[in-house]
């Protein structure tokens, strides 16, 4: 079934994470080959409220597929949690005859979308990013390949620093309450050791892991945390190996919001690619209130109600991986 749809309101909410601009490009130049013209929404839910619109057009897209940030901007809006918040983002979509939404967004930004098509009826579509990879429904969000590259760099250096030194690095990584980042990240950089929100960190593994590396005179060690590590994160960790071996140069280093920046990879750029031509056709199927991923390579669409946020799913052997790594 193809459905008609004239114009279609496009917006980037939440944290931003790299590839949301080859997003809206790839959103933008599907709709406008399809005849459909394409107003972006400025500050996400914010812009959507207050009726911050602009016509985005596919000549005005051009060159922006490999920048991070996003050029509609962003925000994490409280206004729209509420009814009356909603109601006016509805009269907005109404008062420029939208017919149809794509929401490129995460966790948060989901559940203002599923407060809103049980309040409003509209078509509307969203398609998932964050550098966390937190979401059901898609193998990888948008951003999550970038971040970790951008990790990986960042330790790859630290490491080069703590060889020289003798030192032991505890780096932190972004990832709220999941491991994705951290866990993926650690074992592209060779960590020492790697703790996770998603299993139970155990200082006494930790401790054994530096008494070997120092018999074996190892030159540099690097602990990766998860920001959302239960322990405390890594400033808490470092803290008691401080305490601990006083005669050990220990350092702490949070990679913080570089984690979110830059250029996006190429395997986020086509992930944003074709989630975003997805998103259209989704919305061409007659398709409403679903999330566009990707699984095994096959576009997928999940009903917005379940697109929800996932821990990682630790199992035995990748388990059995990290103690024969950290060995
Ligand atoms: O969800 C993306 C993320 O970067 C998390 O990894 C992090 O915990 C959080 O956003 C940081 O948010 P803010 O930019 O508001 O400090």
Redesign the pocket.
């Known amino acids: 079934m193809v459905t008609a749809f004239h114009n279609i309101a496009l917006l980037t909410s ?2 931003d ?1 790299p590839g949301l601009n080859a997003a809206i490009r790839a959103v933008v130049r599907a709709a406008n080959y399809h005849g459909i013209a394409v107003t972006g929404i400025h500050d996400g839910y914010d812009g959507m409220m207050d009726g911050d619109f602009q016509e985005l057009t596919s000549a005005g897209v051009s060159g922006i597929i490999q920048r991070g940030g996003t050029i509609l901007k962003s925000s ?1 809006s409280d206004r729209f949690t509420t009814v009356e918040g909603r109601r006016l983002a509805f009269e907005q979509l109404k008062r420029h005859h939208i017919d149809g939404v794509i929401l490129i967004g ?1 966790d948060g930004s989901f559940a203002g979308a599923r407060a809103f098509t049980a309040e409003h009826s509209i078509p509307f579509v969203a398609i998932p990013k ?3 990879n937190d979401i059901n429904g898609t193998d990888f969000t948008i951003g999550y390949d970038t971040a970790i590259n951008t990790a990986m760099e960042a330790i790859d250096k630290i490491r080069d620093t703590a060889e020289s030194h003798n030192k032991i690095f505890f780096v932190e990584v ?3 309450d999941a491991g994705f ?1 951290a866990y993926r990240t650690g074992l592209g950089v060779g960590a020492e050791a790697i703790y996770i929100p998603e299993t139970k960190t155990d200082l006494q593994h930790l401790y054994t892991v530096l008494d070997k590396g120092w018999s074996r005179k190892k030159s540099s060690i690097i602990v990766v945390v998860a ?1 959302g590590d239960e322990v405390g994160g890594a400033a808490t960790i470092s803290k008691k190996v401080n305490e601990r071996y006083p005669q050990f140069a220990v350092r702490l280093c949070i990679l913080g ?1 570089i ?2 920046g830059g250029s996006p990879t190429c395997s986020d750029r086509v992930l944003a690619t074709r989630l975003g031509v997805g998103a259209v056709n989704a919305l061409l199927e007659g398709q409403s209130n679903i999330m566009v991923g990707e699984i095994n390579h096959d576009i997928v669409y999940t009903p917005l109600a379940d697109a929800r946020k996932r821990a990682l799913q630790i199992t035995p052997s990748m388990m059995e991986m990290l103690n024969i790594l950290s060995s």
């Open positions: 939440g944290g994470a994490r995460g964050t550098i966390d972004m990832g709220r980042i920001e919001h984690q979110r």
